[in-house]
């Protein structure tokens, strides 16, 4: 079965784990990151409240992001410089991590598949004979 984005975050930010680095933590979130990079990107544009410029700035970064995701990759990439740097979890707010890992995991709740069995059958699928 495959791990939750949560199951993900928790190990990322498990105390005793030992030394990471960013490399590894990317690696280690996969395609999940990917998500999680982008929903961060276009929430602030779904912000009722009007900031000047953000949109732009942001808009680039979605840009390389789904032009990335259209050329075939699905995970982030980092430079070499960066994915060296040490990742230490214990600088992170303990609090702000358990209220994270509680949103993500009702957000996991409400759009977790359904009816795979159904969406699987033969019935459903699209022949490619058409």
Same mark, same amino acid.
């Given at each position: 079965m495959q791990q939750t984005l949560s199951d993900i975050i928790e190990n990322v930010f498990d105390l005793h784990k030992g030394a990471s680095t960013y490399g590894k933590v990317i690696?280690? @979130?996969?395609?999940? #990151? &990917?998500?999680? @990079? *982008? *929903? *961060?990107?276009? *929430?602030?544009?779904?912000s009722p409240l009007p900031a000047a410029g953000h949109s732009t700035v942001l808009s680039i970064a979605l840009f @390389? @992001? #789904?032009f990335r995701?259209?050329?075939?990759y699905h995970t982030l990439w980092m430079p070499s410089g960066w994915r060296?740097?040490?990742?230490?979890?214990?600088?992170?707010?303990?609090? &702000?991590i358990s209220r994270m890992l509680r949103l993500i995991q009702l957000i996991g709740r409400l759009t977790?598949?359904? &009816? &795979?069995?159904f969406m699987r059958s033969r019935w459903i699928r699209v022949s490619s004979a058409s």
């Open positions: 690696d280690e @979130i996969g395609q999940h #990151g &990917m998500a999680v @990079i *982008l *929903l *961060l990107f276009a *929430l602030p544009s779904a @390389i @992001i #789904g995701l259209w050329c075939g060296n740097k040490p990742f230490r979890p214990e600088r992170f707010n303990r609090k &702000m977790k598949p359904r &009816m &795979m069995s």
